[in-house]
T-cell receptor, first 110, second 115 residues
């Protein structure tokens, strides 16, 4: 059974702080890793993808992958109230469809 | 603007109605998907259409019926739905189902209410 685990939150951070979102996965052969942002009532939006160990930065977002520990994280620097959303971690083993975690709700207070 | 277009955005239907959800992708992707999402839950895969082959999640009731007229269109036909089928229905597409690269691009969804 492929599993992707996330803390459901909510994770509360003040405006301007760093938000750290974490995800673990069970399928050691997984190849592709994604973070989606979903505002309430809206569809998921892909914000980061990562395929190899290490860090990948895009603006205020940094994705980190550690395949040995089966761990992927998303850091959001200078958090803004508009970042308040549910963040879904998704993992693709390369031979099947995406497996989603249950999502972490992030609340950024002004 | 999303490159995966879903219509309608909202749908209210009775339990005896027949309706269809439509999805079109303009990205040249070879795989398309239907997901169902209930409030505060992750998306749940219903159907995959990849390289002209349909894969079905066997837990999906037969009152949901997918149709793929061509590689850029994916419809979902609805018949005799139940109130518990009320949810956000999401269409997605990806470049390649087997490699997993590139992630999925989601449409804006159809908010379905069954009365």
């Amino acid at each position: 059974q492929k599993e992707v685990e996330q803390n459901s939150g909510p994770l509360s951070v003040p405006e301007g702080a760093i938000a750290s979102l974490n995800c673990t996965y069970s399928d050691r052969g997984s190849q592709s890793f994604f973070w989606y942002r979903q505002y309430s009532g809206k569809s998921p939006e892909l914000i980061m993808s990562i395929y190899s160990n290490g860090d990948k930065e895009d603006g205020r977002f940094t994705a980190q992958l550690n395949k040995a520990s089966q761990y992927v994280s998303l850091l959001i620097r200078d958090s803004q109230p508009s970042d308040s959303a549910t963040y879904l971690c998704a993992v693709n083993p390369g031979y099947s469809t995406l497996t989603f975690g249950k999502g972490t709700m992030l609340l950024v207070s002004p | 603007d999303t490159e995966v277009t879903q219509t309608p955005k909202h749908l209210v239907m009775g339990m005896t109605n027949k309706k269809s959800l439509k999805c079109e992708q303009h990205m040249g992707h070879r795989a398309m998907y239907w997901y169902k999402q209930k409030a505060k839950k992750p998306p749940e895969l219903m159907f995959v259409y990849s390289y002209e082959k349909l894969s079905i999640n066997e837990s999906v009731p037969s009152r949901f019926s997918p149709e793929c007229p061509n590689s850029s269109l994916l419809n979902l036909h609805l018949h005799a739905l139940q109130p518990e089928d009320s949810a956000l229905y999401l269409c997605a597409s990806s470049q390649d189902h087997s490699t997993g690269r590139g992630g999925y691009t989601f449409g804006s969804g159809t908010r379905l209410t069954v009365v």
